[in-house]
């Protein structure tokens, strides 16, 4: 009966190994994939081996090679053996893990897993915490305590009445903003034009001057969004100065930490995130930096009365145990994925030793890149990582500034043609960059080296 997993497991582990040497980009391109995929619904079915066999066939080419060491386009992130490992076993268990009751292990060990968590990023260990699919439904989740707690302070109560006569919210958020804050205030039923965007100064971070004008507009119920590091050069808001001055005003201080957040478990790295602690709720990740496999985020909040109210639901079939925590109470979702696993996985592999190594490896990788590829003729450095995140820019010297934009957006195409390493581009205060972001434990000295070498490769030719 468990045929079709030793296949499975055979695959995995021939994909694995084949990361150092296949091309980094897609082989089969999408019109590929649909003729080879998008046919009927076939009336008969196939063996479980020979489903497995041939998913792997139609689909082996279309594939990233997003978990190797020499991608370095978007915030992507890799996955530790131990919670891939944990992940595989995540979907045999099958557990439902929004109730303790129906699934003990999977409840304590989520359990266990926020708790490491608040410790490993220093933020109040009284916090409340959900692991939701990702970031973006981690600042739903927080959002939506933010509004419940905003709300309440003038008397009204959300979670009865909604939002159709209520006072006006305001979200105040930076003007590097990650596109899932404006998804959240839709989602949330705030809307899009309830953002004002904050000011930041040439390093892309949020001014006091910028914040305190926008509270001054907003005129109370606010919501400020700060950054711990944006996507494109890894900007944090001063915390420190902003955070006192949004409370002052009675705003709630929401801190978008996607992969940033774990710069807290870097000694070499947690001045940058000074006062990040004030926050009253947090954003992250754990299938960016922290390695995990895909559909993992994590909400964190102060308020823990908050969050509860935002979330929690009660009917008379659940089987509440007392003393225990049920998921269903702090997440969006009710059927839900044991998500605890992979991160007690991961940094139980891992240990507070070995996060903050993988955070100083990355950011040591991500600046080596960026200055070798910076050094290279017709390639400019745009901005230098603090954390794991830079850009550069490739330039004709004959060329208009629009023009060296898609003469930039030409050589990542021809760089990502050569399979060797994977970059996307970005649009930075106007202009744009190829981003170099590393968020992956397998990236090494060797892969940063073979990147160089495919740039100084195309851009040798393109001179010739
Ligand atoms: C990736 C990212 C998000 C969205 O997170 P998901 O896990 O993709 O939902 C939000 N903010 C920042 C800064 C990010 O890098």
Redesign the pocket.
Known sequence: MTQALDHALQHAKNWLSSLDDRPVAALADIETLRHRLDRVLPETGLSPVDVIDELVTLTHEGHLGSAGGRFFA??IGGSLESALAAEWLVSTWDQNAALSACGPSAAMVENVAGKWILDLLDLPRDASFALT???????FTALAAARHAVLEQVGWNVEADGLFDAPRLRVLASRE?????ERAARFLGLGQRAILPLETDDQGKVTPQGLELALVEAGGHAIVVL?A???NIGAFDPFEELIPIAHAAGAWVHV?????LFGRASRAKRHLLEGVELADSW?T?G??WLNVPFD??LAIIQNRAAHKAAMTLTASYIAATDGVRDAIDWNPEWSRRARGFSIYAALRELGRQGVEDLVDRCCDHCRALVVGIGELSGACVVAMPSLNQGLVRFERLTGTPEENDTYTDSIIELINATGEAFFSGTTWKGRRAMRVSVVNWRTSKTDVERAIAAVTKVLSTRFE
């Not at 699919?133 to 600042?139: D, E, F, N, P, R």
């Not at 903003?177 to 804050?181: D, E, F, L, T, V």
């Open positions: 978007w915030v699919t990702g970031c973006q439904m981690a600042h903003r990650h596109g899932s804050i950054n590091a944006d996507l978008d930490g996607a992969f940033g954003a990740d299938h960016k993992c985020g």
